[in-house]
C-alpha cells in the first residue's frame, strides 16, 4: 500500500492524512498503480461508499500536479449522471484539490453563470458536468472545444452502468468521440461503478476499438451480510375491521424503520406521494416528530436538499420514501435498510439500491421487499391468478443472490439518437458533409451497425421538405433547416431523453416542486403532493402556476414514466419458479401461500405441457416466455394482422376478429420465416425522443429465421 501512496502528489498526500486514513483500501492501491505506471483505459466497480471516486481522482489529480501539460484547457472531465452528483462530488473533490489551489467546477442548470463565465475564460483544473451540458457546450461553443479541452488527461464517467445501453449512453459515446477527433488524441476513460453484469460488455462500451485493453479493477470480497425478507399482501380483502395492503404496509415500515435511516423505493412518483402521506399520518397520530419524507424529481430542489440533509445527518433519523432518484451514488451517508415495494424490473436497479444498506463494518445489509397481490375472484384475470408481480420479484431476489445482472444490448440501431446527433454535428460545425457527418457517428462513433443505406434513409426523411429538420446547399454542405434551427435552439433539445412540459405548484408563495402538463386538475380539486394535502387555488396556463393552499383531504397525482424492459433471464427464472416446488426461506407465510395459489393456477393453465392455450371462443394466452423485447416484438406481430393483444411478463392475451388468420397458422408462419410489417396496426411506436423525425424511414419486418419468430 505504501508504494502506492509513494505515487501521489505531496499535497495529496497531505489531504490523505488530514482525513486520518490509516491505510489505501484495495481498490484505491491498485487504481493508483493502474493510473500512474500505465496509460490504459479503466473500469473501476466496487459497492456503494467503497472509495471508487479516490480511486480515480486521487492519482489523476496527482499527475495534474507533477506532470503539468504546459497546454490550455481544463485538465480532467468529470461525467454523472445527475446534477446532484455532480454538486456532491464536486464538494468532495474540493477538499482534496484545495491545497493543490487545483479548480473544481461544477456545470449544470443550477450553477451560476458567472462560475461558467469565468471558466470559459480561463478553463482549468477539473470540471463536473452532465452529458446534456457536455452537449450544450459542443453546440453554443463549437468552436472553442479544442481550446477548452486542449489539455485533458481523462475522462471520469461516473456510474457507468447506467449509460451501457441507454439513448443517452450512446449520446456520452458520441460526445467522447467527437471529443477526440476535435483534440485530434485520445483520452484516458475511466468508468465507475457499483453495479456491472458482463464486464466484457462494460470494456466495449469504454473503449470499442480496444475492449481488450480496458484494465478491470473490482474490490474483492467485502460484501455485508444480507438480511432479507419478502413479505406477501393481498388488496381488495380488507374489511372495515382490517387494514387496506397499503396501509398494512405503511404501519410495517413505521414499526420497523422509525428511528434510523432508511430508503423505502416505492416506485412510480404517484405511490411515493401515498406511502408518505400514511408514515405522517402515522408519526402525528402517535404524536411523534415526523421523519417519514417523499423524494422524487417533480419535488422541489430545496425540498429533495433538505431530505438529503437529514439523512446525512446523525442525530436526525430519516426515511426517504423515493423513486429512482436515491438509487445512483448521491452521498447521502449510511442507511439500515432499503425497502421495496412492487417488483423492480431489473436485478441491476435492486443491487444497486441495496449497496445503500450495510456499509458500516459490522452491520448487515437489509431489504425488505413488498409484493401486493389483487384479492381473487371467480371473474379475476390470468395475469392475477398467476400474482406475476409476487413471481418477478422472487426471480429477481433469487438471480440477486447469484450475482447476476443484467447486461447491455449492444445490438442496437439508437436511430432516434443518431438523427440528435446529426443536428448537433452540423450545429457544432456550422454545416457538415454527409460523409463527414457519416465518418464522425458511424464509422468513428457509436452508431457503427447502421450501415451507409439506412444513414442515407434517414437523412432523406429529416431532410424531407414537410419534416424540415436539415437541407443541403448547392455546394452540397449538410445544414440546419427552419425546423432543425428551431429545435436546436431550445434548451429541450440537449437531452435525447423525453422531458415533459410540466407545472410549478407554489404554496404561499414557496415551490413545491412541478407535475406533468398532462394531469387535469381544476380550481377547488384536492391532491397530495411532497407528503402533504392541497386544495388547487388557482390554475396560470400561461405562467403554467399552480397556486395550492393546505387541505385536510387529497389525492396523489399521476406521474407518467417508462418502467423499463424485463430481461430473458428475468421471465425464465419466472417460469422455473411456476414450475418448481421450492419455497424460499426469505418469504413469509402469506407471500409461501400466494405462491402456491400461483403454481396451482398456473398447472390448472396447463402450461407445463403448451404454450398456448384457449381461454375462449376467440382468446388465447400464448405462454412467450422471453422478455419484453422479443414478447412486444411478437405482440406487434399480432396486431399487425388485426389481432387485439395484452402483453404481461412473458405472455401474451390474444384475442381474435373477424377476419383475423388462425392463430397456430400464423405462428408458423413466423416460424418459417414469413415476413410482416411491424407497424400495421401498431399505432403510436415513438417510445423515443426523435422518434417521430424518422417516420418516413422504410419500415422494418420480421427478419427471417429471428429469436421471437423461432
Known amino acids: 500500500m505504501s508504494s502506492a501512496f509513494d505515487k501521489l502528489a505531496r499535497p495529496v498526500q497531505k489531504w490523505i492524512r488530514q482525513q486520518g486514513w490509516r491505510e489505501l483500501r484495495d481498490i484505491q492501491a491498485r487504481s493508483i498503480r493502474t493510473i500512474c505506471e500505465t496509460d490504459a483505459d479503466l473500469i473501476v466497480a466496487a459497492s456503494t461508499a467503497g472509495g471508487k471516486t479516490e480511486a480515480a481522482f486521487l492519482p489523476l489529480i496527482s499527475q495534474v500536479l507533477d506532470e503539468p501539460s504546459g497546454g490550455t484547457g481544463f485538465d480532467l472531465l468529470y461525467i454523472g449522471p445527475l446534477k446532484a452528483l455532480i454538486t456532491d462530488q464536486a464538494m468532495r473533490l474540493e477538499g482534496i484539490c484545495q491545497e493543490a489551489e487545483l479548480p473544481v467546477v461544477p456545470w449544470h442548470g443550477d450553477v451560476s453563470q458567472s462560475i461558467k463565465t469565468r471558466a470559459l475564460k480561463s478553463p482549468k483544473g477539473i470540471l463536473l458536468i452532465t452529458p446534456e451540458s457536455l452537449e450544450a457546450l459542443f453546440i453554443r461553443r463549437g468552436l472553442e472545444i479544442a481550446r477548452l479541452f486542449g489539455a485533458i488527461r481523462a475522462v471520469v464517467i461516473d456510474e457507468l452502468h447506467t449509460v451501457l445501453d441507454s439513448e443517452r449512453g450512446v449520446q456520452l459515446r458520441s460526445l467522447l468521440t467527437r471529443l477526440e477527433l476535435t483534440i485530434k488524441r485520445p483520452i484516458r476513460r475511466i468508468g465507475l461503478s457499483a453495479t456491472l453484469g458482463d ?62 435511516d432508511n430508503l423505502v423505493f416505492a416506485g412510480a412518483r404517484q405511490r411515493v406521494e401515498i406511502y408518505a402521506d400514511r408514515l405522517r399520518e402515522l408519526c402525528e397520530r402517535e404524536h411523534l416528530p415526523q421523519e417519514f419524507y417523499p ?66 463494518e459490522g452491520q448487515p445489509a437489509v431489504l425488505r421487499q413488498y409484493a401486493v397481490e389483487t384479492q381473487l375472484t371467480p371473474e379475476s384475470s390470468f395475469v392475477d ?150 386544495v388547487v387555488q388557482e390554475i396560470h396556463d400561461r405562467e403554467k402556476v399552480i397556486m395550492v393552499k393546505p387541505a385536510k383531504a387529497g389525492v396523489p397525482p399521476v406521474f407518467g414514466g417508462d418502467p423499463g424492459d424485463i430481461h430473458d433471464k428475468v421471465i425464465d427464472r419466472m417460469f422455473a419458479m411456476l414450475e418448481g416446488g421450492t419455497q424460499p426461506a426469505y418469504m413469509d407465510a402469506a407471500s409461501l401461500k400466494m405462491l402456491a395459489d400461483a403454481r396451482a393456477h398456473y398447472d390448472q393453465l396447463g402450461f407445463r405441457t403448451t404454450n398456448i392455450q384457449a381461454i375462449g371462443e376467440r382468446t388465447s394466452i400464448i405462454a412467450t416466455r422471453a422478455g419484453t423485447v422479443k414478447t412486444s416484438t411478437l405482440a406487434l406481430a399480432f396486431r399487425s394482422e388485426g389481432f387485439s393483444v395484452e402483453q404481461h411478463d412473458g405472455f401474451l392475451m390474444v384475442e381474435a376478429g373477424d377476419e383475423t388468420p388462425d392463430l397456430r397458422a400464423l405462428l408458423a408462419d413466423l416460424r418459417s420465416g414469413e415476413p410482416v410489417d411491424l407497424f400495421a396496426g401498431a399505432g403510436n411506436l415513438m417510445s423515443e425522443k426523435f422518434h417521430p423525425y424518422r417516420k418516413r424511414c422504410r419500415r422494418p419486418t420480421l427478419p427471417t429465421g429471428s429469436a421471437i419468430a423461432s
Request: glycine residues 8%; contains cysteine.
Open 385 to 534: 391468478r398467476l400474482r406475476l408481480g409476487l413471481i418477478r420479484s422472487i426471480a429477481m431476489i433469487d438471480l440477486l443472490l447469484e450475482g447476476w445482472c443484467e447486461p447491455p444490448k449492444p445490438q442496437a440501431l439508437h436511430l432516434s439518437t443518431l438523427v440528435h446527433q446529426i443536428l448537433s454535428v452540423i450545429a457544432q460545425r456550422g454545416g457538415a458533409s454527409a460523409s463527414v457527418v457519416y465518418n464522425v457517428l458511424c464509422r468513428e462513433g457509436p452508431f457503427r451497425k447502421v450501415t451507409t443505406e439506412v444513414f442515407a434513409d434517414v437523412l432523406r426523411a429529416i431532410g424531407h421538405p414537410e419534416t424540415g429538420l436539415i437541407e443541403q446547399s448547392g455546394s452540397g454542405l449538410l445544414l440546419l433547416g427552419p425546423a432543425g434551427e428551431k429545435l436546436v435552439e431550445h434548451y429541450s433539445f440537449y437531452a435525447v431523453f423525453q422531458t415533459p412540459e410540466e407545472f410549478r405548484l407554489v404554496a404561499e408563495g414557496r415551490d413545491l416542486g412541478t407535475l406533468p402538463i398532462d394531469n387535469v386538475l381544476a380550481p377547488g380539486m384536492l391532491l397530495i403532493f411532497s407528503g402533504r394535502r392541497w
Open 199 to 260: 464486464m466484457d460488455l462494460a470494456k466495449a462500451y469504454l473503449r470499442p476499438d480496444a475492449a481488450n485493453a480496458v484494465q478491470l479493477i473490482e474490490a474483492d470480497g467485502g460484501e455485508a451480510e444480507l438480511r432479507l425478507q419478502l413479505r406477501g399482501y393481498v388488496s381488495g380483502d380488507e374489511d372495515e375491521n382490517s387494514p387496506s395492503a397499503t396501509d398494512a404496509i405503511a404501519a410495517h415500515l413505521f414499526k420497523h424503520l422509525r428511528g434510523s
Open 295 to 360: 423524494h422524487h424529481a417533480s419535488l422541489s430542489r430545496e425540498h429533495r436538499d433538505f431530505v438529503e440533509r437529514r439523512l446525512k445527518d446523525a442525530a436526525k433519523p430519516t426515511t426517504a420514501v423515493c423513486t429512482s432518484t436515491l438509487e445512483l451514488g448521491i452521498d447521502i451517508g449510511d442507511v439500515t435498510c432499503v425497502a421495496q415495494i412492487g417488483a423492480p424490473f431489473s436485478v441491476a436497479a435492486l443491487r444497486q439500491r441495496l449497496g445503500r444498506s450495510g456499509r458500516r
